[in-house]
């Protein structure tokens, strides 16, 4: 189920529509809409009562040195460069990978709605000149909350590790420093391995048939049980956003 985002109150609609388990890919709000299947479900962290683990905690302390900047919708070679880097080493042969850089400039810069792209690096030897690039995110920015339409990262940094989650991470801790409630990580599926990492965000609420839930914390700690036993048979790490698009496009959202 997808419809169109334009006009003067396309921002309007994008926050409606993501209120009800819509995501946003370039002019385009969707939503699966599957005969007799709930599986792909909307999950939202409340930014505020954020309830950060051990090893979020660290991660946050490790690279915390990282510079941030809320950057224009508009591409970069140097972010395209750090895109198929990512690509190559954590999706090869999946939808994204024959893009060019006239198709990231159309992820990127084709938006009806207020939207960013938060760029992570470290910083420069002379503290003047900007720092290497080591991950990026594109980010609606809606009347409740950040939506995270796709992040990406150095997948091979020699010293840097859990940039992927670190951007999360970060997501949360501004999102609650601007008085915005939620972080919204696009669809989640049970089971699915490579959605996983999403689990691990508390307090988390899912979107059902009688609106956003809360997941209660006897659920959450065993869904995060079940996702470390995932990954330890080898599945794939966590750290980007992206779903499926419409037409089966593996695309944008952020969400791995």
Request: glycine residues 10%.
């Amino acid at each position: 189920m997808f419809t169109e985002l334009r006009g003067p109150h396309a921002d309007a609609l994008n926050d409606a529509l993501g209120r009800i388990g819509f995501r946003r890919s370039q002019t385009v709000a969707y939503r699966p809409s599957c005969l007799d299947c709930t599986a792909c479900v909307s999950v939202r962290v409340v930014a505020g009562e954020f309830d950060a683990s051990s090893a979020q905690r660290r991660n946050l302390k490790r690279n915390g040195d990282l510079i941030v900047t809320a950057c224009r919708p508009w591409s970069t070679a140097e972010q395209f460069e750090l895109l198929q880097r990512y690509l190559g080493a954590r999706h090869p042969g999946g939808g994204m990978a024959s893009m060019d850089d006239s198709d990231f400039a159309d992820m990127v810069e084709h938006t009806p709605v207020t939207s960013y792209v938060y760029e992570y690096r470290e910083p420069s030897p002379d503290g003047v000149t900007p720092g290497r690039l080591v991950g990026a995110c594109l980010t609606d920015r809606q009347g409740d909350g950040l939506s995270m339409i796709y992040s990406f990262y150095d997948p091979e940094h020699e010293t840097r590790t859990g940039l992927g989650n670190f951007i999360i991470l970060d997501h949360i801790r501004r999102a609650a420093r601007e008085a915005v409630p939620y972080v919204y990580l696009g669809y989640w599926v049970e089971g699915s391995a490579r959605m996983q990492y999403k689990i691990r965000y508390r307090p988390m609420e899912r979107l059902g048939r009688s609106g956003w839930e809360r997941i209660a914390a006897v659920e959450q700690d065993r869904l995060i049980t079940e996702s470390m036993h995932r990954l330890g048979r080898g599945s794939s790490p966590p750290g980007s956003t992206k779903d499926g698009m419409p037409g089966g496009q593996d695309q944008y959202r952020l969400v791995d």
